[in-house]
């Protein structure tokens, strides 16, 4: 049996960065990721990266296989460099299938060959996979693709049906109808983007559906079938056919092959692995960091984990779970949508002395530059105590003004101060200080 100081399993943002912090350190370490095409994890492989090097690729008008060429070409490279940097850091990287045999041991099989190891300390981050809903026929019907077959078509698609509504469904249905396929989103939830504040969901709604994207709410499916080369997708509303489907009905934790049912390791309601402030498990040593422990699904997340499993490893555990702040999130479409904190009806629901603020891309400057009106800014402050509540951004560039806010929501700056800060002109950001003059 082979014994390490510290095992990861799965090449994610958490776990390959600590492998590489440790071993600098003259810790031995192992790095086990099942497949090669994964090294770096889920983000740089076959999520945010490709997807949005897919979306600029597309956005200059480039055909379809070269959009595809240039996808493939920035995620081998990202790929290859993070092989060279996590090995180079000393770390031994071993391509193999892992799964526990006991709370601390580990078998690694690759092809014929079987061997076990151990560490004193190990960090599960594999990540999670596509949630295929039980619906007959999805997994069996030719042309039916998970967020990760769909990036790797060979030929775009005249029609392309969308089975879900959520974060990914919508970003590849802008990206696809970029590309030139007619899109049409079923979704089983009666709102549009339940989560999001309703006048800027009413106008993505519009902008999406001006962009020939059809949107269809409380879609029931029952089954996916064949129809020659068409995708057939029965509903109680009638039957939709297609060239190919893409089902994104969420991502559940990656803990399937790990074969925890030999460990002690406890999962929660949802499936998850159960964590404590350290991220470690009911098992003491082993720590479980990213997509798997049932957090936001979001490779900043996994960075962050990795920042409390080090702070506990490496330094004095201070930093935990629980003083994890603020955390923006991004929605890829056209143009960007970016929220932060709470929205208007969850902050009254809590009973907050609010006021809220709402103002037209139409009526910034930038906007008028940049020839695109589309979108809006809206806030929600507390009248007493002058923090930042929540905001939605919904421009151009949102995923980078709404780091702005999440700064300030962190260290507590008033939205007056925000309403006189200084900004460069002519910029989107300028207009916080119209959108804060509340």
């Known amino acids: 049996m082979l014994t390490y100081d510290l095992i990861v399993i799965g090449f994610g943002k958490a776990g390959k960065t600590l492998a590489a912090k440790m071993a600098a350190q003259g810790k031995k370490v192992a790095l086990i990721e099942r497949s090669k095409a994964m090294y770096g994890g889920t983000c740089i492989n076959i999520a945010c990266i490709p997807t949005k090097t897919l979306l600029v690729a597309a956005e200059k008008g480039l055909a379809f296989d070269q959009v595809m060429a240039e996808k493939n070409a920035v995620t081998s490279r990202l790929n290859g460099k993070n092989y060279a940097v996590i090995s180079g850091a000393g770390v031994n990287i071993i391509d193999a299938e892992a799964h526990f045999l006991s709370n601390k041991v580990i078998e690694i099989t690759a092809g014929d060959e079987k061997e076990e190891l151990t560490a004193e300390t190990i960090v599960i981050n594999t990540g999670a996979v596509s949630n295929v809903l039980p619906i007959p026929g999805l997994t069996e019907t030719e042309h039916v693709y998970d967020s990760t077959g769909i990036q790797n078509l060979k030929e775009l698609p005249k029609r392309l049906g969308v ?34 504040e309703p006048s800027i969901a009413a106008l993505a709604k519009q902008y999406m559906e001006e962009d020939g994207i059809q949107l269809l709410q409380n879609v029931r499916t029952t089954q996916v079938k064949n129809d020659g080369d068409e995708v057939v997708v029965v509903t109680e509303d009638g039957e939709f056919r297609f060239d190919a489907l893409l089902y994104a009905t ?143 951004i919904f421009s151009a560039g949102a995923q980078e003004i709404i780091n702005i806010l999440t700064v300030a929501m962190d260290n507590k700056i008033p939205y007056t101060y925000l309403s006189k800060q200084i900004f460069t002109h002519p910029t989107l950001a300028e207009n916080l200080n119209d959108l804060f003059a509340i």
């Not at 970003?171 to 999001?196: C, H, I």
């Not at 692995?273 to 997340?301: C, R, W």
């Not at 037209?360 to 402050?381: T, Y």
């Open 250 to 392: 969420g991502r559940k934790p990656n803990v399937e092959p790990l074969q925890l049912e030999n460990t002690d390791i406890e999962l929660t309601e949802r499936g998850a692995i159960k964590v404590n402030k350290h991220l470690e498990t009911s098992v003491p040593g082993v720590f479980a960091a990213g997509d798997v422990n049932g957090g936001l699904q979001f490779t900043y997340i996994s960075l962050d984990d990795f920042r409390i499993l080090y702070s506990y490893l490496a330094g004095d555990g201070s930093y935990t779970l629980e003083d994890r702040k603020n955390v923006p999130t991004s929605m890829f479409i056209t143009p960007p949508l970016a929220q932060i904190g709470l929205t208007e009806k969850e902050a009254q629901e809590q009973g907050l002395p609010i006021a809220v603020k709402e103002i037209p891309v139409a009526a910034m400057p930038r906007g008028h530059v940049n020839a695109d009106l589309r979108g809006a800014f809206k806030a929600v402050v507390n009248t007493e105590t002058k923090e930042i509540v929540g905001a939605t």
């Open 163 to 196: 089975l879900g509504g959520g974060n990914i469904g919508l970003e590849f249905a802008g990206l696809y109808n970029k590309l030139g396929s007619q899109v049409t989103v079923l979704d089983a939830a009666p709102v549009f983007l339940p989560r999001v």
